[in-house]
């Protein structure tokens, strides 16, 4: 058998996973596994009775690979396309944190936003994700994912990861899905494999270490930091872990698993750090390594006064969500809207980092009505019924390619587009036309040629 992986990389493992390089070269013969992780905030049946992913309660497996670009429901937002062993953070982490409490968590390397409307889909309706792209042509795929996803709880930043020590001590939690050589994606991304050597592996572990010692200030005492990589190679796994170990106060936590799902238990060489492998010939999944670490040293999370009063808004949005409890404000021409309790973090965070997005944008104010944005329709409390229209298969498709379509309206005004119940986006009859207002950037380009 002609091995498909890159033979120096068997040198980066460590010595005592080694044994496993022939059944590694076998595994990458066959085809990646295709996973969802579903949208807890949105109705979507489709896919409950596919196998469970055993360490992410809303994960599934799928026996094939569907034509998602033809789905109105991924388009909804009502799931997400996710490699299954990066879905192992909510296994990990639900045995430290308890997401019931308020919690203000960082995403540090974002795009393109699996793990942030995981990390949200977890938290309690009060907490906070910052989630951060340092580089600016990725913000706009994490943007629309999030966007997707409809929780007015993320926040995206396009920040440098040094600005984050200006934020001493804010964070409970701060992922570090750090940039990697990928050579745990070989198998569904085959370009990497061209990609690698092992100069690229040690510029990478460089990199991680750059990139640790620049968030750690943010971290809150008794925070935790989950470090991840879709990498094999020690150099960017255990010997991290050994360096974090060794550059700062903190302890790493051991995961209690269940040895049905055939996870690999490792310790870092100097410090005996505790890791977590994920390799595609014993999992169902492509390659990972996670580590956690809880920080010992530092300063408590700051404290924000809670808000009891909200401004009545310029303009009334009450039959778009419940203003209860959210405080509205204008930009420009547009009204956003963010959790009353959040006020005095926008406060604290607009001044020391660049924040990009934040709540839900609820759209534009035009004399005194309102262009109801793209997001407000996808937002997952949004309760507008005044006029809805229910749209099947073959014309939410042409929808969303922005596309000619019949549909019968009663009345003008604007109309909530939805699909099997969940909304589409907008569209506004006219009397003798409509108008389709979802984004032209999002549009199906393809054709649906089945």
Request: hydrophobic residues 40%; glycine residues 6%; neutral net charge.
């Amino acid at each position: 058998m002609e091995s498909k992986l890159p033979i120096p990389l068997k040198n980066t493992l460590p010595e005592s996973l080694r044994k496993y390089w022939e059944e590694l070269e076998i595994a990458h013969t066959k085809g990646p596994v295709v996973s969802v992780r579903m949208n807890p905030k949105k109705r979507n049946p489709q896919f409950e009775l596919e196998e469970n992913i055993p360490w992410c309660h809303s994960g599934r497996y799928l026996q094939e690979r569907p034509r998602f670009t033809f789905d109105p429901l991924f388009h909804a937002g009502t799931y997400y396309v996710q490699e299954a062993s990066s879905m192992f953070i909510e296994y990990a982490l639900s045995q430290y944190l308890d997401f019931s409490q308020t919690i203000y968590a960082l995403d540090l390397c974002a795009a393109p936003g699996g793990k942030s409307t995981h990390i949200a889909s977890l938290m309690s309706e009060d907490s906070l994700l910052v989630s951060n792209e340092v580089i600016g042509s990725r913000v706009n795929i994490l943007s629309e994912n999030v966007l997707k996803w409809g929780y007015d709880s993320i926040w995206i930043s396009n920040s440098d990861v040094a600005h984050f020590a200006k934020l001493q001590g804010f964070f409970d939690l701060v992922l570090v899905d750090a940039p990697c050589s990928g050579s745990g994606l070989f198998r569904k991304m085959p370009e990497y494999c061209n990609a690698w050597n092992t100069d690229l592996v040690n510029l990478c572990a460089q990199r991680q270490k750059r990139i640790l010692q620049d968030v750690y200030e943010a971290v809150a005492q008794n925070g935790f930091i989950v470090y991840m990589t879709c990498s094999l190679s020690k150099d960017e796994n255990e010997d991290i872990c050994d360096y974090i170990m060794t550059s700062f106060d903190v302890e790493s936590c051991r995961i209690k698993l269940d040895p049905k799902m055939g996870i690999v238990e490792t310790q870092s060489e100097n410090r005996g750090a505790y890791g977590y492998r994920f390799f595609p010939h014993l999992i169902k999944g492509e390659g990972f390594f996670l580590a956690l670490f809880k920080k010992k040293d530092g300063c408590e999370r700051p404290q924000f006064p809670s808000k009891k009063m909200n401004a009545k808004p310029s303009v009334d949005v009450s039959k778009y969500f419940n203003q209860e409890g959210m405080h509205i404000f204008s930009k420009n021409e547009n009204l956003i809207a963010i959790q009353l309790q959040h006020k005095e973090i926008l406060d604290y965070l607009t001044p020391r980092i660049k924040l990009v997005r934040k709540g839900i944008l609820i759209g534009k104010k035009l004399s005194d009505d309102l262009i109801p944005s793209h997001e407000l329709a996808l937002y997952h409390k949004n309760w507008y019924d005044l006029h809805k229209v229910e749209l099947d298969l073959a014309n939410a498709i042409l929808f969303l390619q922005k596309e000619p379509f019949h549909v019968v309206l009663s009345a003008k005004g604007w109309y909530l587009v939805t699909y099997e119940g969940v909304a589409l986006g907008w569209l506004k009859n006219m009397g003798n036309r409509f108008n389709n207002y979802y984004p032209a950037n999002y549009r199906i380009l393809r054709k649906n040629i089945l």
